[in-house]
């Protein structure tokens, strides 16, 4: 591919993936949209990375993984079975990892250091504007989410403790639902989201990690060895209609989107060149791909078509193996909603002081008033959206279809504009195809992105 130089900016990436670093890779760029001059732009090989070609591999599954898998089981069941589900995912993924090569070459094309940088500098204000707000509504969202997901594993602790099933009437003030995430929000998320510096998290985050791959081996070994009152449901063997594989798109998406902190990582390698990225990103899409798989189909051959949308949900509240699952994915939760929070708060805070025009140097008590009204706000919104939307399927549907955005859409245009930005009098057969490929991944993500959309809008208005 041609070289384009957009823009010029290199920083400083350490190797290590804390939370902290997690939390930057999403962080608003610099108010100050002024070009920068070529004087600026470090000499070649200077402000090089220090992560290596392994490190990277983890850290971009570690950006995969996450609470999404606990959906793969019934994103199998909406497309019709193994088959359809399996194939569903290899077709995605040719358009997964080529979205992240894409990313991958902007950056280096624009020398800049985060997704939304590389849009703005690639696709201009307007759509980089659009890129922020986005980031901004899909984290939101996700954070919804996360709620949603703490109150369905609470629900099956509790009946545990309590000794009663879950559902029955009479239970105890203490039990409800709205009450222990509300407590759980204010006691341990709402603290861990105003610090300015979330760093200090890196050990729960480390154990958040091992807790996805915990819940992957439960659901893997229950499928091997099942209990006795574990009964599945249909098994599906083939799709109701092509609409039914669709609406599992939006699922497969939230679950593969590591495109907004793919960037940053992609500066932070040692040689942070666009073919050693390739087998990157590969190696580590295919480790991502094996987990999902795995959890899918072992989660919806063990339930057939009555899994849960929330898998952990279809096992019982008495099995001792599944509760130390639940109680990870929780402390996974915990640890995420605040590092997303972090990232969201960041792009809003820069997407305001751009609008006021106010320089990021300011007086740190405005500042300090500004994150807590900020924190305040979104925590709130959040937990109140949580305790009245207790289904986590249509929250997953509609994050699902904004992870498609990052996907596909932002990915596309960077590449048909870094394309037509290339001086070149007659073009080659391999610019007309590259330009026609960013065509597919708009259209095929604005096709999730609204139809996730209308299912999101007119189904429930229809019911």
Not at 162 to 189: Q, V
Not at 350 to 378: A, S
Request: hydrophobic residues 50%; contains cysteine; negative net charge.
């Amino acid at each position: 591919m041609a070289q384009v130089s957009i823009n010029s900016d290199l920083g400083e990436w350490g190797s290590s993936m804390d939370s902290g670093e997690r939390a930057r890779l999403l962080q608003s760029p610099c108010v100050d949209t002024a070009p920068k001059s070529e004087g600026e732009a470090s000499p070649e090989g200077l402000d090089r990375g220090t992560t290596s070609t392994l490190g990277a591999i983890f850290i971009v599954v570690n950006a995969c993984l996450g609470a999404g898998l606990l959906n793969f089981p019934a994103a199998f069941s909406t497309a019709g079975g193994v088959a359809a589900g399996v194939a569903l995912q290899m077709g995605m993924l040719v358009f997964i990892i080529s979205g992240l090569v894409i990313l991958a070459y902007c950056s280096q094309a624009s020398n800049e250091r985060t997704y939304q940088e590389v849009v703005w500098a690639v696709c201009g204000k307007l759509t980089g504007v659009l890129c922020e707000v986005t980031i901004a509504i899909y984290t939101f969202g996700t954070c919804i989410a996360f709620l949603i997901i703490i109150g369905d594993q609470q629900d099956k602790i509790i009946a545990v403790m309590a000794k009663e099933p879950e559902g029955t009437g009479g239970s105890p003030w203490y039990t409800d639902r709205k009450f222990t995430i509300s407590l759980t929000a204010f006691l341990f998320i709402l603290p861990l989201s105003i610090p300015r510096e979330i760093g200090f998290q890196k050990y729960a985050s480390f154990l958040s990690v091992v807790g996805t791959w915990y819940v992957t081996a439960i659901i893997i070994i229950k499928y091997i060895w099942p209990d006795k009152e574990m009964t599945p449901g249909d098994i599906l063997t083939r799709p109701a209609s092509w609409v039914a594989v669709f609406n599992a798109m939006p699922t497969i998406c939230f679950g593969f989107q590591c495109h907004v902190s793919s960037v940053p990582v992609f500066n932070s390698m040692r040689q942070p060149k666009v073919k050693t990225w390739g087998g990157v990103v590969t190696a580590a899409m295919v480790i991502a791909l094996a987990v999902y798989m795995g959890t899918g189909i072992c989660g919806f051959l063990t339930f057939g078509a009555a899994v849960d949308p929330d898998v952990l949900l279809s096992y019982p509240s008495e099995d001792m193996a599944v509760a130390v699952a639940r109680a990870f994915i929780i402390l996974s939760v915990l640890t995420s909603y605040p590092i997303l929070h972090f990232c969201g708060r960041a792009v809003v805070e820069g997407l305001w002081l751009r609008y006021q025009g106010m320089p990021v140097e300011e007086d740190v008590g405005r500042e300090r008033r500004r994150r807590m009204l900020q924190t305040l706000v979104w925590f709130l919104l959040t937990l109140l959206l949580a305790l009245f939307i207790p289904d986590i399927g249509k929250v997953i549907s509609v994050i699902g279809g904004l992870a498609a955005c990052f996907i596909f859409v932002f990915p596309g245009l960077c590449l048909i504009q870094a394309k037509l930005s290339e001086m070149e009098e007659v073009k080659p057969a391999s610019w007309w195809a590259l330009v026609s490929y960013g065509v597919l991944l708009v259209t095929l993500g604005a096709f999730i992105f609204g139809q996730t959309t209308a299912n999101a809008i007119f189904v429930d208005l229809l019911a």
